[in-house]
């Protein structure tokens, strides 16, 4: 068994792993229905809630000596400090992101857990993925212009970042169109620059479609707040259901104007 | 992400000019949209670094129907390291409480206590759509007004909000409030008759689409007798009630008892809630009609359906387009209270400060109804020809560009003339120069030019030219001098004026009662000892145009006379007007009843209109007329009403009550599940419309939206307030139950 965490193996952080459950699970969802008056049936509540996912990683972690555990603990903690991107041998193009838990410390001799002999450590990892799905572990750039541009996508939607340039002049509209697989236009998001805004050939307007930010960013780098330029449409994010993914067929992405680039990593369900 | 509805952080009303900033995510809250028009917003939200909703933002809501509502952050909260912020917001209404207080400024001096008697639509574009751009509101518009009740309403002295003012007006009126949206434009206020009054939804039952509702019943508000009471009016201790009313008898049918039809005088709601609500049986309250002649009928019975109507064993002294009164008993004892029949009693007062009690006794005193422009229904000229005509304050104080429209002889009786403006009038008694005359021609009668601006004049015979003149020739219109007023003040609902053509002076301050005059139609009082002062008063706006004062005789006056005998039973004249000056007088006179008398008033004109001749008037006219009881001496004048007496306003708001109180209070809160939602379709007959009606099979009542609360994520949850009485009354009765 081996995985890296944040890109390190377990082999450079001088520990083996004896055992790892739960990786591939799914989260535990709830769901609350409704019955409806006069119909053998019930209406599902639109919002779930979901406990996360719980992965348990055991690690042999040796010590050169008894006093030496404090520091090979503390090197251990630091590598699973903060927000984890785990990436499993079984699936290395994917990562799962996660927190660790507070670590579990057993001698590889209980009976003798302040001895010599007994110096080396096992140690439970619990890591805490709140998040039901897996990434891609490299984003994906597609090149975005006129015609429409297939988005490859896994099996959850894909939220991303539009990079928009060319120049554009105050009270122009464009629109940024995702159609589905069929070629039909699912979503559009029309911009138009105010009056007194504008974007120069340097420039490039920044479309977070997760967060649904607009920032407008100059060719030194400063980013301003553009979401007024948000003039008509609405705010869609791209959905494998809107594809046929047996077939490798994919829904686009398309601009009226200018060029862009979209910047998004694929999502898998677990 | 949020659900199915997205929340915008605007910067401000997209009307005022407000840009989007972000998008905010919902977590969990709801929305709401309610009669009372306290529509508000409560969500709980992500807080996100880069789009900090502050307070005094705007959040915008669009569902998944496209309907955008907008809500100003009044509130948010926080709780430290934890990434939540809620966030509540109201209405742009909220902000008609905020923007300032309806003013004016006259001479260097801000005044907030402005009013007047004016129908709710005159009140918004005379007060509340003003300085608007100065206090942020110029998205704020007029939209529509259903009711058109003539309101009395003035602010103290500290002013109100515009918002207040509103509120008031609304419940004066009777009317329902909105601000609606218009589009990104604005914002447009509507008093309506009744919110969402046409729509009907489709039945609401468990086992079809109810899953749970919840009734809470008490009699905390039920009440089966009520006593209003109104303002108290000046040098009176007692509050005004709904003694004084004032119905129309319609067409009298029956062979014996009778049926008489009554109607209020303005359109209003009728006296008669109930069937049965007055008459003799033990169960009606008593009540008896006082006409016209002094004479009290018995009301044996009263119906709501097919008409409202009382009925009566004869019908002497009642005859279609009379006004009668209802009272309590044979002496003309005043009602002091209404009662539903049939029901044990339980009774509430209900206070309204802002509304009077008062009659005019004066028929048609509004000057409301013009049969046409020379004739004024119940007055009449008595005493000799009196020519008067229907003057709109608005007229033209001049007028230029006049000429001869064809050449014109000496001595010719009459005058045509070109150049007026379409449709101008020209009054009796007003003088023209021909150029080149050194006579003035004087107008004999009222004429209105025609759309080409063409007129002919008939002259009065001593001031025919005395030399042909060519056509084109031009006309000096009225003389040397301003003839006619600048303006008049704002009141009676700035209706037109009653301008007297010549009139006959006399000799004496105290006018001949048989002399020429204008006389209201007669009235027999019935001698009440509480009630014995009759008064009278009329507003009266005089132009003097002369280098001296006018005094004395040549001025118009008012008295009560006592019909039967001729003879004057109080008079006034009006004041002194200064030289080259207009004066807008109220002239008051009283008389001290001690028996059943038959009385009129009328109006003498002075030397009205002879400006041109000599130190006279050149205008006389009348604004209005009141005729009025009072228990004491020196009694205010009331505001200006007409035929529809104040005392009907509260007789009609105490039967609402009634109406609306004989039922128990119910108010009802339902959970619904909006299946459109989640199936992606709407049924419109079952959409949900503030103010629709609801039916509700298992209760066997029909329930009106009072309220609509739709959850921010979870759209097919919505939360539905129902109120069992007929019309939303929570906001007028809320803070009157006594």
Redesign the interface.
Known sequence: MALTVNGRTLASLGVTARELSGWLDGPDMARGATPLPNVLGVLPAAITTSAARQIRLTLNVPAASLTGRAAVLATLEDAFAGLLSLRFDDTPTRIVRAVAGAFTVASIAPSLSMTEMARNMIVSVPLLAFDGSSYDDEPRSVVLSTSPAEIALGTLPAPGIVQWSGAWSAGVARSLTYRSVNGIAYGVLTLTPPVGALLTASEFLEIDLGRRYVTKVTSAGVRTNAYSWVSGGAWFVPEASDGNRQAAQWPTLDVSAGAGLFLYRRSWAL | ?S?VI?V?RWSNWACAGG?????VDVLEGTYNVALDASDACALTIRH?A??PVGIRDVLRVVDAAGTVREYRVQSRSRVLADGRRTISGLSPIADLGTSGRVRTIAGGLTRYDVGGILTPAQFVSSYILTNLAADGLSWLTAGTFEVSTLVTLTAPGDGWSRLDWLRQIADIAGAELRVRRTGETGYAIDMLSAIGASSVMAPVA??????ELATTEDDIELATAITVYGATPTGETLPAGIGENAWTVGTITGAGPYWVPLTDPSAGGGPIAFASQFGTASTSQAAYLLTKTATTVQVLDSRISPDQAVQVAATTGLAAGDLVQIVADATATRLTELRAPNVSRLHRTDTVTTLRGERNLARNGDLATWTSATDLPEFTAQGGTLPYAEYPRDTPTTLSSLVLNGALASGVATVSLRGAPAFARFYVDESFLVVGQTNYMTNSAYAVADSGGNVTLTLQSFTSLTATQPDGTAVAAFGSGAQRPASFPSDNANRSVLRFGYGSTGTSTVPSPTSRRLQGSALRVKYVSALPYVNASVGLTIRNAHTSALTGVNLPALALRDNTASTILSSVRAASVALNATAHQIITCESLLTADTTVDLALWPGAAGQGVIGILPSFVGVRWVMMWFASASGSAIPPIVGDSAYGNRLFQRGNAALLARTLVSRQIRATL?D?ST?AGYSITREALVLGATLPLEDLGVSVRIVGITYNA????AVEVVLDSRPTALATFLADKVG
Request: glycine share 12%; no cysteine.
């Open positions: 992400m659900g997205t915008e840009v989007a900033l972000g998008s996100d880069r789009v468990l086992g079809k689409n109810v899953i599940r299946l989640a994520t979870d759209p097919t």
